[in-house]
């Protein structure tokens, strides 16, 4: 029997094991924000790997946003050295889930199993592609004990919030440099036979205009500060939406909406403070001075951040010499640049040649709408040997209902685990 049988044959007769870890993992509520119970999750994962031979590293990211002693932000690392050297394969997880949100039929935290299905708050994105990386990773040791080099685990903090708190701040301490780690798979949900390679850029900014605070019975002794914003919307409804309509690319994103250039207006808060759930009250009568948009550019591999920036302040300036007491500032909040692996990568080509071994058909290659930690890895830790590939509809992610399918987990499983073989297999043991 190959190699690659046995493997299949061991990963299978694991089904129920990954159906307990995939509902014990959902079962830790990981929410972010605010990031509560990392710790207790990195260390059911420490104590889960440590008994299969892994080394274990628990990293907090002091200083991080977000980072407090009510909600420390831990990682853990466990690693799993070879019987002679060779090159580290890392399977990266991020551990927080998003917020609930209403229109829940089964429980959020249950990790129930329904026909087939496990059902939770990070059951597809991701704790079903960790769990599946963890049963890939242990089936190979056990059916190739002498493998070369090394195989790292990681679950890491913050994905969902930009990964400073997880995957950057690791990056930063050298944990992905290319002399330690050369080939990185990330389980995140862009099915199980998809290859995504990476993702569009964003730009994240907050816009304020001014105004005038006055009695709201009388306010024209005032200066609309909501209005202003307004004219901004308008403004943008009529030339920057229509014109980043028309930017296409040529790389691969999925869905095909996501193929041109998007905008989302994020939030806007404008006037007073909300009060509190318990306050009964009217607000006071008064002209709002200040009002606030976030604003959530993608942008693509074509474009330039600079000239994603220039036209959001083209509108500004047009809403500006309309109006004649019209004041603005604009704050960026975030910026992450489109990063994409070639096609023609190890990784990329040792995944595919898995993905037509274990389901008989050609691998697709895909781009993410959003961005994930590919890019800390890639920018900071100026590894590019890197690619998302996991269990999991994306379109389930942070919807309610949120499921992953066991057969689908055991499938990707598979082909973590025939990647392994390729990298780290010797040429006697996988024949």
């Known amino acids: 029997m ?10 299978d007769a694991r089904r129920e094991d990954l159906i307990q870890l995939t509902g014990d993992l959902i079962r830790i509520p990981t ?36 980072d407090s002693e009510k909600y420390p932000r831990w990682n853990v690392i466990a690693r799993r050295e070879g019987k002679r050297s060779g090159e580290c394969v890392h399977f990266n997880s991020h551990i927080d889930v998003v917020d609930v949100g209403l229109g829940w039929t ?17 059951a597809c994105d991701m704790k079903g592609g960790l769990a599946a990386s963890i049963i890939a990773a242990e089936a190979f040791i056990d059916v190739c004990p002498d493998f070369a080099g090394a195989i790292e685990i990681s679950g890491t903090a913050d994905e969902e919030s930009g990964g400073f708190g997880g995957v950057a701040y690791l990056a930063e301490k050298g944990f ?19 290859i995504c390679l990476g993702h569009r850029g964003v730009w994240w900014a907050e816009i304020e205009t001014f105004g005038e605070i006055a009695h709201g019975s009388m306010p024209f002794l005032g200066d ?47 006037g007073q403070a909300e009060g509190d759930a318990d306050f009964t009250g009217l607000p006071s009568p008064c ?67 898995a993905i037509l071994d274990t389901m008989g058909k050609d691998a697709q290659y895909v781009v993410s709408p959003g961005t994930y930690d590919q890019k800390h890895i890639d920018r ?16 389930l992610a942070h919807k309610p209902d949120e499921y992953v399918g066991v057969d689908d987990m055991l499938d990707s499983a598979k082909v973590m685990g025939r990647s392994l073989i390729e990298l780290l297999a010797s040429p006697e043991e996988a024949a």
């Open 106 to 122: 089964t429980d959020p935290f249950g990790g129930q199993l329904i026909d087939g299905k496990i059902y939770g708050r990070g």
């Open 380 to 395: 900071i830790g100026k590894l590019h040997n890197c690619i998302a590939y996991g269990p999991g509809i994306l379109d």
């Open 287 to 353: 002209v709002p001075d200040s009002c606030r948009m976030v604003i959530d550019r993608r942008f693509l591999i074509e474009e330039d951040i600079d000239d994603v920036q220039a036209e959001v302040m083209e509108v500004l300036r047009k809403v500006e010499a309309s109006r004649e007491t019209f004041k603005y500032d604009v704050r960026e909040l975030h910026r992450v640049l489109p990063t994409m692996t070639e096609k023609d990568a190890p990784i990329v080509q040792t995944v595919a040649r």
């Open 224 to 270: 609309c500060a909501v209005r202003h914003m307004g004219a901004v919307v308008e403004e943008m409804e009529d030339s920057l939406f229509p014109a980043l309509a028309q930017k296409r690319t040529d790389m691969p994103v999925v869905p095909e909406g996501a193929k041109q250039s998007t905008l989302n207006i994020n939030s806007i808060h404008g």
């Open 2 to 11: 190959s190699l690659d049988q046995r493997l299949s044959d061991e990963i």
């Open 31 to 66: 929410l972010n924000p605010p990031g509560e119970n990392y710790r207790e999750i990195c260390e059911f994962l420490a104590g889960r790997l440590r008994s299969k031979g892994f080394q274990i590293e628990l990293v907090r990211a002091h200083g991080t946003p977000g």
């Open 176 to 194: 992905f440099a290319p002399e330690r780690v050369q080939h990185v798979i990330i389980p995140e949900p862009l099915n199980k036979d998809r």
